[in-house]
């Protein structure tokens, strides 16, 4: 009986070394996968002989049975995995404002030959070209087309806003339906842990897919995300639960009509609006309707306060033909989508010689004082834009977005030089080592060599104990 009990524990121990060779070889094979955690093989001694039972043999010590593998244990700190998900989190919504920044930096172009703050200067100096010869048809031609130029540049800023707002908007479904299709496959794996765990088995790799998967849903939306004790976890968004141990919440977009028709995004089972406080999804809709609405409420302020004074002067102001009351901006136009030349020759600058440059209808054709007045807006501080002139107003509009822009792309760069720091971290704890492994792997091959020598002297042992006591 002896020599085969000890067999059985070299058996054992054969199969322990054998089983955490085969996870070291799991974790190199896995060195470079994306979110794969570390694993290690939990050794224990197997239950000693006899057990304390009352009929147990009368022996003076329990004697050892061997060793077997406990569990394969998951090295994983959660607390890392908060920290980095909460930067993660953060840099996300960062990325997507510093990536419309620069869109918007694109728009407005400035500074450069084409860009809006040019167009305004080309504009008031079309007007002093024609205070120095105010009976000239072609330069009243020139101040009309340029003010046709300057009024299509705003149209196109306001267009290209209005566009850049349609692309996050659409963005904001796309994400709703990556957080639908996350939340589902957690939910799913939830499931499939459950089911390994019922055999008392341990579903790392299973666990790591999960994790791999909160961590993209992070980036998305602000989460909260609790272990339970059964080994699943329940993600909350808002307060409410997204993702149970059998269940998930989905979200939906319903388009706002209060709101230009954009998204909101909502609780498909109920409809509830769901407040978001981080995440991509919360930076595409504050993008969408507060940064670039603010951007385009710049543009209508200025423009309306350009229509105004313009015209204003330009309606008081006579024309080559020695009347008056013709406006150069069309008045119903005071947005940067809508500002345009009053194109009309009973109302407006249709006919160039309702260009007004003369102050009194005496004073045409040499008169030029109008049309100096109009030239000398580009040094009026204006109040209807804080005591500025136009040009500054815009200067300032061009400053706000420049140091904007600068501060997103600023919070990018330290947000992932922060993550970067955490992932180390973590990757110390979870990360595989090649050298660590490699050592792993020498000494389990030892015991396993050690082990099979046990096997072979209870081999000997036996040889002896049977076939030399036949022969004798």
Known sequence: MDGIFGIEIARKALQASQYAMDVTAHNIANANTPGYTRQRAVLGTTEPFPAPYWNRPLINAQLGTGVEVKTVERMRDSYFDDQLRLENQSIAGWTIKDNAMKQIETIFNEPSDASTLNLMGEFWNAWQQLSKNPESLSIRSNVVETGRTLATSFNQLDDKLTRLQGNLNDQVKVKVDDVNNITQRIMQLNQDILRVKAYNAQPNDLMDQRDQLIDDLSKIVDIQVVDMDSGTKQIFLDGRLLVGEHS??????????????????????????????????????DMRDTTVNKYKSDLNTLVSNLVSEVNGLHTTGFGLDGTTGWNFFNP?????????????????????????????????????????????????????????????????????????????????????????????????????????????????????????????????????????????
């Not at 709101?259 to 769901?274: K, L, R, S």
């Not at 501080?381 to 904007?404: A, H, K, P």
């Not at 990757?427 to 595989?432: C, L, R, W």
Request: aromatic share 6%; proline share 1%.
């Open 248 to 285: 998930v919440d989905l979200l939906q977009v319903t388009s706002n009509p209060l709101n230009n028709g954009y998204y909101d995004v909502q609780w498909a089972i109920d409809g509830a609006n769901v407040n978001l406080y981080g995440g991509e999804i919360k930076s595409l809709t």
């Open 332 to 472: 119903a136009g005071t947005t940067a989508a809508t500002i345009a030349i009053d194109d009309s020759t009973a109302t407006g600058v249709g006919n160039l010689s309702h260009v007004a440059a003369a102050s009194t209808a005496a004073g045409v054709p040499g008169d030029n004082i109008q049309a100096l007045a109009i030239a000398q807006l580009k040094n009026k501080q204006v109040l209807g834009i804080g005591n500025i002139t136009m040009d500054d107003y815009y200067r300032s509009v061009v400053t706000d977005y420049g140091i904007e822009s600068q501060e997103s792309g600023r919070m990018v760069t330290n947000g992932k030089l922060y993550a970067d720091l955490i992932d180390k971290h973590r990757q110390s704890v979870s990360g595989v080592s090649l050298d660590e492994e490699a050592t792993n792997m020498i000494k389990y091959q030892k015991a396993y060599q050690a082990a099979a020598k046990v096997v072979a002297a209870f081999d000997d042992m036996l040889d002896v104990l049977i076939n030399g006591l036949v022969r004798h």
